[in-house]
């Protein structure tokens, strides 16, 4: 695919902000990747130019029908000051399974990719070097056609832009405190929980505000269906340490197929934990946790890594999971994963992708 580059002139350069006051998703670099897709013509326009803003139609389906899916991902400035993406193509196919979920073209995994690696070059300098802070990417496709009859779109826009950002959680790598609701519910089999469309997070908003009006950081999604077994965390899959097995539930349609819950079981399966995915209810994490089988719980996702579970909340009672602090498998875990991140550790999953 050719596109057209539009370099961003020296003085029309944004002020970079200070690496040790990121937050998340607060601040935006200098380039960003746009394409239009029109049916009959298929993607065309691909430029990459200033960030800048758009203009829509206030008839834009996706403003009315939610025809919006997103990826999520990072680059590292690494070993030898070197700039690395993790399992980019991934994400880039899970995107394309968003698409057709979601009835919107499909893109170029590789194509793209390449038009990622040149965005990320030309933004070089916005990938910050403080430890622990990242280039955040957000590769994103929404409904542009101007039309109020429910029917999917026929144009659509593709763009992706980055965000320098810091830790996901205030708490950093410490322990997170998780409400567990059975209130609402996130997603059901069958419908588009196993997808990134906008939709999906925007139900979860009320569920996490009510949790963090009770002092706790995210919400732990039950079933929709018997609201017993449990689903994810609101931004995250979800990893139970019991006796010898190492579980997490199942893909079955209504949770997200993470990229990094993929790499957690490849590695754990590797160093010779028993990994399982099966249904797993909330009454069963409680029992396992008061007999003591319960040494650990964290969350995985691309925005904070690992997050270990030092506190959960149901239905008024307090679960504090291995005296609220950090386990040796997650410590482990994330020492591994920021390591193969940033080029400190030999990928020998070929996960890694120097820009």
């Known amino acids: 695919m050719e596109f057209l580059l539009k370099k961003v002139e020296e003085h029309l350069k944004r002020e970079k902000p200070d690496e040790k006051a990121l937050g998340f998703g607060k601040y935006f670099a ?32 996706v403003l009315h029908y939610g025809q919006a899916i997103f990826e999520g991902m990072k680059a590292y400035r690494g070993k030898n000051d070197n700039i690395y993406l993790f399992r980019p193509q991934d994400n880039l196919r899970r995107m394309n399974v968003s698409a057709e979920r979601m009835c919107m073209p499909t893109i170029d995994v590789d194509d793209i990719f390449e038009a990622l690696k040149q965005l990320i070059q030309l933004d070089a300098a916005w990938v910050p070097s403080t430890q622990g802070a990242t280039l955040y990417i957000r590769p994103t496709m929404v ?8 029917r999917p779109a026929e144009q659509y826009l593709f763009f992706m832009i980055n965000s320098p950002v810091g830790a996901y959680y205030a708490e950093g790598f410490n322990p997170v405190k998780i409400y567990v609701t059975d209130k609402y519910v996130r997603a059901v089999a069958g419908g588009v929980g196993h997808v990134k469309t906008a939709g999906n997070y925007a139900a979860s908003i009320m569920a996490a505000v009510e949790a963090q009006q009770k002092g706790y950081t995210q919400v732990l999604w039950l079933d929709a269906v018997e609201r017993k077994y449990i689903e994810e965390v609101g931004t995250s899959n979800i990893f139970f340490l019991i ?26 399966k590797d160093w010779g934990y028993q990994v399982v995915e099966r249904p797993i209810s909330i009454d069963e994490v409680l029992e396992a946790n008061e007999s003591g089988a319960l040494p650990e719980i964290f969350a995985t996702g691309t925005a904070a890594v690992i997050s270990p579970v030092g506190e959960l909340n149901y239905k008024g009672r307090i679960c504090t999971i ?6 040796d498998l997650s410590q482990k875990l994330f020492d591994e994963i920021q390591a193969i991140q940033y080029g400190f550790r030999e990928d020998r999953y070929d996960w890694v992708v120097s820009v």
């Open 30 to 61: 200098d380039h960003m990747f746009v394409m239009q897709y029109d049916q009959g013509q298929g993607w065309h326009d691909a430029t990459i130019k200033g960030y800048d803003n758009f203009s829509l139609d206030p008839a834009a389906m």
């Open 143 to 150: 409904a542009t056609e101007a039309g109020l009859g429910v």
């Open 243 to 268: 006796g010898d097995e190492l579980i997490t539930p199942p893909l079955t349609g209504s949770i997200l197929p993470g990229i990094t819950r993929d790499s957690v079981m490849r590695l754990t």
């Open 322 to 327: 291995n005296h609220g602090k950090t386990g």
